[in-house]
């Protein structure tokens, strides 16, 4: 009797231990769980706000009630918008505020129009619609690659000019040794097209579509959200960090600031593995940026054939060099006689000159449009 009554306890109290236990794994599970899902929540949010349609949430845009109102603000930097290929769009957002600070006033509510002033061919997409502390135009597509003038008018209070570089179409699957196929993608496929050196500041182009990793085939029936997110590296990446479209997209409003080597990952809003790139950027030293300039004057501008340079405070030029706007010196002239230059023999497209005067002084970049 006094046996069976041990015996009872001791499977009592197993039962006891095998329960707790039971509990305890329990807890640890549900603790992992809740760690994964707080990882998850932190990791979204980090790697994804850059691409937040809300500009008050970007890094270098500030927002407020009582901004000044002296410009146009664009999701893009600069007079030159380097946009994809005829038949893609390109997300951007504009809005109204303090432009050298780039703090939107959220009280600003006003219809804007949107006028082609030149350009070879046609924009399809929303002409006209409401700012409400900004506005998105998610759906331009140009109907022809080149350089379109475009005005942007807000409520007669702002009239702004920008230029849309539209790049010609890529032809991705020839350079895919596979080729395309419709269908079967499963892992992003980046190509930079520059071996990913560029100078700080520059435009880096970036092709992204996806391949099946088995077949190494394009999928040319991709159509999704291609975000681009900085990883690491000395300086940031900016500039329009996504896009949406369909076969293949090619960023090209992607700058850095600092020279230094970048590691930036490619993914999409689908189930396609994401992949990454090494960007190196170098000085811009020898060419698209400079300090301690004197402004530079160029008429016309956009221009056909020739075009007149030359320093607002009458040096004469010694050295002009021009480049692409890769950041590229495609030509350089020395001890140049005559303010006016012969450029009939370049392509349509963007260009930027910068010049040094007999005495050294270096002339500020400046835009060249080449229509």
């Known amino acids: ?175 895919v040794p596979a080729g395309c196929t419709d269908g079967g993608g499963d892992l992003v496929y980046p190509s930079t097209g520059n071996g990913g050196i560029i100078p700080v500041d520059a435009i880096f182009p970036i092709t992204v579509g996806v391949v099946n990793r088995l077949t190494g085939q394009l999928d040319s029936s991709f159509h999704s959200y291609v975000y681009l997110t900085q990883l690491s590296g000395p300086g940031d990446m900016y500039g329009t960090l996504m896009m949406y479209g369909g076969r293949w997209l090619t960023f090209t409003d992607v700058r850095f600031d ?35 300039s004197s402004p530079l004057t160029l008429f016309p501008n956009p221009f056909n054939d020739a075009v007149t340079i030359k320093f607002e405070n009458g040096e004469t030029i010694e050295k002009l060099r021009v480049f692409n706007s890769q950041g590229k010196l495609i030509e350089q002239h020395s001890s140049i006689t005559s303010s006016s230059l012969n450029l009939s023999h370049l392509p349509k497209g963007v260009y930027f000159v910068d010049a040094v005067s007999m005495y050294g002084i270096r002339g500020e970049m400046s835009i060249l449009v080449k229509k």
């Open 258 to 292: 600092e020279e230094g080597t970048y590691l930036i990952e490619i993914s999409t809003a689908a189930s396609h593995t994401p992949d990454t790139i090494t960007v190196d950027v170098v000085s811009s030293s020898n060419g698209v940026r400079d300090i301690n």
């Open 1 to 175: 009797m006094f046996c069976c009554v041990i015996l009872r306890l001791r499977t009592h109290y197993i039962n006891l231990d095998l329960q707790v236990q039971d509990q305890f794994i329990m807890v640890k599970k549900i603790s992992r769980l809740i760690l994964l899902v707080a990882f998850l929540i932190l990791f979204v949010h980090t790697s994804y706000g850059q691409f937040s349609t809300n500009p008050c949430s970007i890094d270098g845009v500030y927002c407020n009630d009582t901004a000044e109102r002296n410009g146009v603000i664009y999701s893009f930097h600069g007079e030159i918008f380097k946009y994809p290929a005829p038949g893609t769009s390109m997300p951007f957002w504009i809005a109204v505020g303090d432009v050298s600070s780039r703090t939107i006033d959220t009280t600003f509510v006003s219809p804007v129009a949107v006028t082609v002033l030149s350009g070879p061919g046609s924009l399809q997409g929303p002409l006209a619609q409401n700012i409400s502390k900004y506005s998105h135009f998610d759906d331009w597509k140009f109907t022809a690659s080149g350089v379109y003038e475009i005005e942007f008018s807000i409520a007669g209070l702002f009239k702004d000019t920008v230029f849309f570089e539209v790049a010609e179409e890529v032809d991705f699957c020839s350079q």
